[in-house]
């Protein structure tokens, strides 16, 4: 971590790092991400754009950069995005300046955003990425997550939902958690 100015602990410049928390939806990487920005002077939150609806309770800038569809469309042509998703049928990304301004000043940043941004920017930042993959506390709690608060707050239905938890629990259920987190460290979603 780094104290303000870009300095790191021994007073040495640095350049900041980019931390990545991943998960399926629902395990809890918004939850975790909140606590340590609270918790860690020094580390910033990047702010995704999106093409969903703002939510009641969501702040424009804060919570993210809500665009439409055309203007992201721009921006994935115009390389301004580190990373980007589609997740039911919206569009998620990270923009590049915000970014690559906080690391150049030494800021720390973190991202919550799902697998597939976490291995874009493995590729693009191999070098200035530390990555956390977030496993479900058990398959349950999962379920009870998804089929509930995570269905109403993505606007998806409960059938919609289901299939959604019973992907991951198959993918779970067919891989030990020694060998999801050997594949994270071969895959690069973790490191070794």
């Given at each position: ?17 980019m ?90 940043v ?15 930042a ?44 198959a ?22």
């Amino acid at each position: 971590m780094t104290v303000p100015g870009g300095q790191g602990f021994d007073g040495v410049e640095r350049r900041g790092l980019m931390f990545v928390l991943s998960s399926p939806s629902g395990a809890g990487k918004t939850t975790l991400s909140r606590l340590l920005i609270e918790r860690m002077p020094g580390l910033t939150l990047s702010v995704s754009a999106t093409t969903r609806p703002m939510r009641p309770g969501e702040i424009e800038g804060s919570d993210y950069l809500f665009v439409e569809k055309a203007r992201f469309e721009a921006m994935v042509k115009g390389d301004e995005l580190l990373e980007w998703a589609t997740v039911f049928d919206n569009r998620y990304g990270t923009p590049r300046a915000p970014v690559e301004r906080a690391l150049s000043a030494g800021t720390d940043v973190l991202f919550d955003i799902d697998w597939q941004g976490t291995q874009q920017l493995r590729e693009k930042a191999r070098a200035d990425v530390v990555s956390v993959f977030i496993l479900p506390p058990s398959a349950a709690d999962l379920e009870k997550r998804t089929n509930g608060e995570i269905a109403a707050r993505l606007f998806i239905s409960p059938k919609t939902a289901s299939v959604h938890v019973s992907n991951i629990l198959a993918k779970l259920s067919m891989t030990s958690r020694a060998e999801i987190a050997a594949y994270s460290v071969r895959s690069g979603l973790a490191d070794a």
